[in-house]
């Protein structure tokens, strides 16, 4: 017992020895990564007479300087600055001239350091600067346009011997992409800015150390997917010697409370070494029952955190933290020759929209949580980013928080000539010259290390619309291999066919414009519900009147015409022309604005509802659906769930609807019931009532089933409907689905017509099919008008006010698409983002229903909040 007692003592006394080791090291060094973001300023080099290495000494002072906003651009800027104003309304963008912006244009910050010791390192991280740079520190030029160019690349530099203790002055000589520069920009989605997005556009840090710097840190997690109760982590990190001499310290690292690792390392004169901390070393790291990371839609997205130090002779010389997730991506290619992806070994259907940042990349931090929490809000679990998006990681943390994927890659702006204003293009891209070539590969190489940490990317994309030439091709898989080979890649969103990887297993075929709802079920060829559709829509998808009023004169309203146009797409999108048709052939010509938005509300719900339930339906035969686009860079009528000023469309709802957890949906394709689970879990004892009623609402049919049991991530075709039966032109069909409990938990309503809609597949283009006869809903013009019974009360939750609505429709007709808007009750201001549990309802005659929603109080302003209840035939 003595023996055991001393070895037990001894082991106790190693794990406080190393535990104090930990908490109480010498602090010999400042240490601190911190954001360069306030006090800048700019001013146009054209007017700015001073020597350049001027600008960045205390003794110039810089009058009538704009204050500048970084992370942004010289357009932004100016906005914020009141220089130009209300640029979105009306032509108004169209108004600013690009002349002065055609000069390099001047940021200029101070930052203050303490004493500067000897053998401390500073440096400075340059994330984004759009486009080439002379930067310039304490009256030094430390570097130069010739190396400092690239809107993606990223740039670390050594300002140790610049520095001193006090004032420091640091000034960029920023100047704009000309023609084939690989920028950040935009594609057709929005006009391009007369600025070009010239400016310092992601964040700048001040990064201090001591002699020996931490950088690249990376976690490597490997998940038993046979079990998910064990993972493999490999830690590593480089190490930088900036001195002179040799150095001997120990890296330590700890992950949450419980996992402590370390590893002496000896660092020649300056030098750089990896740092590996492996599973079969360090048995630390080989975990049992890990808390894994999920999307939201099927459990909790746990996150850990990461804390690596380096100490020579208990001296900290620099820290770094991290949070990463445990998890395992994956793909696979099914028989069809589709490209799909698992999470930890499950097959996942891939739902998400096309992320963009604001046209003038300012995107705050509360527009970026609204996103992301609209993404939570509709049950998607993906966002696809063509271009990587994000001023800095904030969207990336976000979506590893809320667990939502991310699909990153760049932007087909570098594949057309037309986009970068040059000539040359071939099948590949427009990525031509070797100076793009090794742009694009140092581009790449910054992206994947600034980003590889985040759990929710779970897919490199390396081209777009096309595929990059293999000379390039192989510079970006050499650069994945050694820096990222955890997740899949794909050479293009396209389905092309690779030299080096082969076949890209994935589609973009279209449709962008309008189709009616059953396209997805009945084509086959093209933008189907089948495959993964790396981007598609059905269309325009047109603001409510509030956000409409913002960006068109009142009286240029209506009719549609060229102040909307304005507001369209580029390219073949610059109108509403086929929209308009479908609206005028299905819903009947729109007499005013009211009518022409009432029915823009439905075709938008009716649409994205049936794109999403279309490709549940037929999971895994469709492995991946992207709706083009998610939200919206500027105001705008097309591709988009919500609009520029967070104010959802009907889109929003219809997608809402389709990706209930358990969800009871109408197949356009095979004319049948589907009940569609979106979970990960079994679900049993589930019920449907379903009811066909024609335009009178007379019952032409009533059905109750019973579905003893559906698999998670399972579609049950419950019940096909009759042909021959007495329907009216337009009819109803209402499906209710209950839990064993007998409540209802979905609720979904469909107009539809015995003139079915009829595709043109014959007149097919990469961007529609066409339609050869329209459905006939006309008859929903006639609904009388239905007055609701209405309860509202309002309560605050945390940092939430909530409304709770009770809705009964006590007429003997319809209460179609019943629209709820939370406002601000004396402003009149609908409040955004805004939350509600369904929207766009529909109720028959006795129906009773209680709508929950709620927004952030510190939207209301100080206000009360107020709701109106409106839709197609319901006025408050």
């Not at 594609?187 to 556009?201: A, C, K, R």
């Not at 990681?393 to 986009?419: P, R, T, V």
Request: neutral net charge; contains cysteine.
């Amino acid at each position: 017992m003595k023996a055991i007692f001393k070895r037990l003592l001894f082991f106790t006394f190693l794990m406080l020895s190393f535990y104090f080791a930990w908490s109480f090291p010498n602090q010999g060094w400042p240490v601190y990564n911190s954001l360069l973001k306030g006090h800048w300023q700019m001013q146009s080099s054209a007017k700015v007479s001073v020597a350049d290495n001027r600008i960045a000494t205390v003794s110039f002072n810089p009058q009538d300087w704009y204050k500048a906003y970084v992370p942004g651009t010289v357009l932004g800027s100016l906005t914020k600055d009141a220089v130009y104003k209300n640029i979105f309304y009306h032509r108004n963008l169209e108004k600013i001239s690009s002349e002065p912006f055609r000069a390099p244009w001047w940021f200029r910050t101070s930052f203050s350091l303490g004493k500067v010791n000897p053998g401390q390192v500073t440096r400075l991280l340059f994330n984004g600067i759009n486009y080439r740079a002379d930067i310039w520190l304490n009256g030094k030029r430390i570097a130069s346009a010739d190396s400092i160019r690239g809107g993606f690349c990223r740039f670390l530099l050594d300002v140790s011997q610049y520095v001193h203790s006090g004032e420091n002055i640091l000034a960029l000589k920023v100047a704009p992409p000309d023609t084939g520069d690989l920028t950040v920009g935009f594609v057709d989605w929005n006009p391009e800015p007369p600025d070009h997005n010239m400016g310092i556009w992601r964040d700048v840090r001040l990064i201090v150390s001591g002699p020996v710097s931490i950088d690249q840190p990376f976690i490597q997690t490997k998940v038993d997917t046979a079990t998910l109760d064990h993972a493999d982590l490999t830690v590593s990190a480089l190490l930088r010697n900036h001195t002179d001499r040799s150095i001997t310290g120990i890296l330590k690292g700890t992950i949450g409370n419980n996992i402590y690792i370390s590893q002496k390392v000896i660092l020649s004169p300056n030098s750089t070494k990896e740092i590996v901390f492996s599973p079969e070393q360090y048995h630390e790291l080989s975990m049992d029952h890990p808390k894994l990371w999920w999307v939201h839609t099927w459990g909790k997205p746990n996150l850990y955190d990461l804390h690596l130090q380096f100490e020579e002779n208990n001296v900290v010389s620099d820290t770094l933290r991290l949070r990463f997730g445990i998890r395992t991506v994956s793909d696979y290619v099914t028989s069809d020759g589709h490209r799909g992806f698992r999470l930890n070994g499950k097959k996942i259907l891939i739902k998400g929209g096309g992320w963009t940042d604001p046209m003038l990349l300012d995107p705050s931090p509360d527009y970026i949580k609204a996103g992301i929490d609209y993404a939570v809000h509709l049950n998607l679990n993906a966002i696809r980013m063509e271009g990587f998006w994000g001023e800095s990681q904030e969207i990336y943390n976000l979506c590893d928080e809320k667990g939502i994927l991310i699909m990153a890659g760049f932007s087909c702006q570098w594949e057309w000539s037309h986009l970068i204003g040059t000539k040359e293009e071939d099948e590949h891209s427009a990525i031509v010259t070797p100076e793009q070539n090794n742009v694009a590969a140092e581009s790449w190489q910054d992206q994947i290390l600034w980003l590889r940490n985040h759990p929710s990317i779970f897919l490199w994309l390396y081209g777009s619309d096309k595929w990059p030439r293999p000379s390039l091709e192989k510079r970006y898989l050499a650069i994945l291999k050694k820096y990222d080979p955890t997740r899949p890649s794909v050479a293009s969103a396209k389905e092309w066919t690779s030299e080096i990887t082969g076949p890209t297993g994935v589609k973009m075929r279209g449709p962008y414009d309008y189709v009616p709802p059953d396209y997805w079920y009945v084509d086959t060829s093209y933008g189907g519900a089948f495959g993964f559709n790396t981007e598609t829509s059905p269309g325009p998808e047109i603001p409510v009147l509030e956000s409409l009023r913002k960006m068109i004169p009142a009286d240029s309203l209506w009719p549609v015409g060229s102040a909307w146009l304005f507001h369209a797409a580029r390219g073949n999108f610059h109108n509403l022309r086929r929209y308009n048709e479908a609206m005028d052939q299905r819903l009947g010509k729109p007499d005013n604005l009211n009518d022409y938005l009432r029915k823009a509300q439905f075709l938008n719900y009716e649409g994205m509802r049936a794109m999403y339930e279309a490709f549940e339906a037929n999971r895994f035969k469709s492995t991946g659906i992207i709706q083009w686009m998610y939200n919206a860079s500027w105001p705008k009528l097309w591709w988009q769930l919500y609009d520029y000023y967070l104010m959802p469309t009907g889109a929003f709802y219809g997608a809402k609807k389709a990706n209930e957890p358990l969800h009871i949906s109408y197949n356009y394709g095979k004319n049948v019931v589907d009940i569609i689970n979106n979970t990960d879990h079994h679900s049993f004892s589930l019920s449907a009532r379903i009811i066909l009623l024609d335009f009178n609402l007379k019952k032409v049919l009533e059905k109750e089933v019973s579905l003893a049991e559906i698999s998670g991530r399972g579609t049950a075709q419950i019940f096909s409907l009759p042909v021959g039966l007495p329907l009216s032109e337009t009819y109803f069909l209402d499906l209710k689905l209950s839990n064993q409990h007998h409540q209802v938990i979905s609720t979904n309503f469909y107009v539809l017509s015995t003139q079915k809609d009829l595709l043109d597949e014959s007149k097919s283009t990469w961007y529609v099919t066409p339609e050869s006869q329209f459905a006939d809903l006309k008859m929903l013009e006639k609904l009388p008008p239905a007055n609701l019974d209405i309860t509202k009360s309002f309560y605050e939750k945390g940092e939430n006010t909530f409304a709770r609505i009770r809705l009964k429709n006590p007429s003997s007709h319809l209460a179609f698409m019943v629209h709820l808007d939370l406002k601000k009750s004396k402003a009149n201001e609908s409040v955004a983002p805004v939350f509600w549990e369904d929207n766009y309802i529909t109720l028959l005659p006795g129906e009773e229903r209680i709508i929950t929603g709620y927004c952030h109080t510190k939207d209301l302003h100080g206000e009360k909040p107020a709701v109106t209840v409106d839709g197609w035939n319901v006025e408050d």
